[in-house]
């Protein structure tokens, strides 16, 4: 899931935002491979000529519980709002629940989100195993409440690739 947000945010052609980040979005191919779909949403990040970046843009109030913080509050947005959303992705991989499983209303969830709140980790889920650990250890640096302090989807990669690497191996 990462590597294909990276694909996006790493784009040649300037960085393209998915901006709809959540477990239905992949597919799996036959050959078991997961492909991002469904680019409705999509926007390609336009680049200021004079200050040497990517433009912020705005959306408008985000609808839903499945989205980064700024995005409920209506505020600029960049390519931040797919790394915290991919990590809501890792959220349910880990736990099997939606973020803010314990109320019906996205009201209540975005509200909770605009006022810095996450989702309840249970700190025995980074104990079940390495693998869940390592997810866990990733959820707080891709849920930075300032997208800024955030980690970039790049890092959110290296960080799994590691983790793979450094895996014990399994003594019988």
């Known amino acids: 899931m990462a590597e294909s947000i990276a694909d996006l945010h790493g784009f040649e052609d300037g960085v393209i935002v998915h901006d709809d980040v959540y477990p239905n979005q992949w597919m ?3 050959d078991g491979r997961l492909k991002l779909g469904d680019f409705n949403r999509a926007t390609i990040m336009q680049w200021d000529e004079i200050n040497g970046g990517y433009c912020k843009f705005n959306n408008g109030e985000g ?3 499945y989205r980064a913080p ?3 509050a209506a505020r600029n947005l960049d390519e931040q709002i797919d790394t915290f ?3 809501n992705n890792i959220y349910t991989l880990v ?3 939606w973020n803010f499983y314990d109320t ?3 009201e209540v969830a975005q509200d909770k989100l ?3 709140d ?3 980790v249970d700190p025995r889920w980074k104990d079940r195993s390495y693998e869940e650990g390592k997810l866990v250890e990733l959820l707080p640096k891709c849920w930075a409440y300032d997208p800024d302090e955030r980690i970039s989807i790049f890092d959110a990669v290296k960080f799994l690739r590691q983790a793979i690497e450094d895996k014990p191996k399994h003594q019988d």
Request: charged letters at 25%; proline letters at 4%; hydrophobic letters at 30%.
């Open 28 to 30: 799996t191919t036959p």
């Open 63 to 65: 609808n839903g519980n």
């Open 70 to 72: 700024e995005e409920f």
């Open 85 to 87: 959303s991919f990590c």
């Open 95 to 97: 736990t099997g629940l």
């Open 104 to 106: 019906e209303d996205d």
């Open 114 to 116: 605009i006022d810095g």
């Open 118 to 120: 996450l989702a309840f």
